[in-house]
């Protein structure tokens, strides 16, 4: 048979050739397309990055025009779904209910499912861009019990998710212009980030010839853990935890403990072994919201700035080559901003869902796309005879 080589973790086998995102994890440095992240996060706005990572090049003006309008044409969802919605138990994650949602677009949307038709590929693509913010949204609305709000489409992609997420009938929420372009660029950073975990589980759903539904909610089941996308929830919920900042060197006693499974969320990566470029982009701008807000000094950003500053110094930390991660500062942000710390994942799945999709376009394309098919390392019993039950 085939020879076969074992990698647990996946750490140094290619799955894929890729024409999408670079990460070079000893310089730090992300690409999107050829494009510097920072570059992007500074002047880009994430529905052109979406058109970047979706069609492989920059827009022209009439390019982002025609494209911003077919997401804004679908961001309502099916009047349908709010019944869907209301099956859910109030109390339950909104990350549960959105990888129960976005599957079942594949039965109120089943008119975009022909992975062959190349027409429908595009309405189920533009179709998730476009509604994953209004079913974020409503998953937070409903778990809070209000009721939902609609999309506005007189608003851009950022501000008109915030405005579904914290208005109520009593009163129309303004959204600030400077935490609009703080939540884009929170989505624009977490856009894509080649092979991850979630996106290797799009692929590999996809593979099978699944469909765009069913495979963007596989990737947000995979997301979820706290080893990926959770870990901005889980990390919020270490500063909290810590508390006050005479506490932190005994959380930093057991990171560094072997014997001891805690480790500090929002601090290392697989790929970046210098500094996580997103990171550095977002770490300014906290500063700007927090100095917006007026929350500079509330008790969880004394503990991170402290948790930071000690972390970096700390010689462990150097030597594993552990950084904070974009995780660690999306937190602070939209916790500053009013979300929940169960919002914080799906705020991640809906940003990603563009990296998803253009990696599962590109899979499709692929004229060598077989399905995703890993072998194992049997370590299990030699053949043997089946026992009767009497004499076991
Ligand atoms: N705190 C303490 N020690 C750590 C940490 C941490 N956050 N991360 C790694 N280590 C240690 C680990 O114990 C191991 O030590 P040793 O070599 O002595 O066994 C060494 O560093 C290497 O760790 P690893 O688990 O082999 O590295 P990995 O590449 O498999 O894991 C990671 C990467 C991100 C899962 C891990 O660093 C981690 O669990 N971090 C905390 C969770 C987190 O913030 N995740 C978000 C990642 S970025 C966004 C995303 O992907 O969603």
């Known amino acids: 048979g085939n020879v076969f080589t074992y990698d647990p973790g996946f750490t140094s086998t290619a799955s894929c050739d890729s024409t999408i995102t670079f990460i070079d994890g000893d310089k730090g440095e992300l690409l999107h397309r050829g494009y510097p992240i920072d570059q992007l ?64 677009m594949s039965a109120f949307y089943h008119d975009s499912t022909d992975i062959n038709d190349e027409y429908q590929r595009e309405v189920a693509s533009v179709r998730m861009i476009a509604k994953l913010p209004t079913i974020a949204a409503m998953a937070f609305k409903y778990s809070i019990g209000q009721p939902f ?36 660029r929170i989505f624009t950073l977490h856009a894509d980030h080649e092979q991850n975990a979630s996106t290797s589980t799009v692929r590999l759903a996809g593979s099978s010839g699944a469909n765009p539904f069913a495979c963007i909610a596989a990737g947000i089941a995979c997301l979820w853990g706290p080893a990926h996308g959770g870990a901005n929830q889980a990390c919020l919920e270490m500063l909290r935890n810590i508390g006050t900042v005479d506490r932190i060197p005994e959380f930093i006693a057991r990171a560094k403990d072997k014997n001891d499974p805690f480790r500090l969320m929002g601090f290392g990566h697989r ?50 080559k552990l950084y904070p991660n974009v995780d660690f500062y999306s937190g602070i942000i939209l916790d500053a901003m009013g979300f929940p710390t169960s919002m914080f994942t799906p705020i ?28 194992q390392l049997y370590l299990g019993d030699t053949k043997r005879n089946y026992v009767d039950v009497e004499e076991r």
């Not at 209301?86 to 549960?96: L, S, T, W």
């Not at 998803?356 to 995703?372: F, Y």
């Open 41 to 104: 996060a500074e002047k880009s706005h994430y529905l052109e990055v979406c058109y970047l990572l979706l069609y492989g090049e920059l827009p022209t003006a009439d390019e982002l025009e025609d494209f911003e309008a077919r997401v804004t044409n679908h961001t309502m969802v099916h009047e349908q779904m709010h019944n869907f919605f209301r099956g859910f138990r109030r109390d339950a994650h909104p990350m549960a209910t959105m990888v129960g949602v976005v599957g079942a």
């Open 149 to 184: 709000v609609y999309p506005r489409n007189d608003l851009d992609y950022a501000s008109n998710f915030l405005r579904m997420c914290f208005s109520v009938p009593a009163e129309d929420y303004e959204v600030d212009p400077i935490l609009a372009r703080a939540m884009d």
């Open 271 to 320: 790929v970046y072994k210098n500094f996580d470029p997103r990171a550095k982009v977002l770490k300014q701008s906290a500063d700007e919201v927090l100095e917006l807000l007026g929350v500079e000094n509330n008790e969880t950003l004394k503990v991170a700035k402290e948790l930071e500053k000690i972390a970096l110094e700390d010689s462990y930390f150097a030597e594993k």
């Open 348 to 375: 991640f799945a809906l940003s990603r869902t563009v990296g998803w999709i253009s990696q599962w376009k590109e899979m499709l394309g692929d004229p060598q796309l077989k399905i995703g098919r890993p072998r």
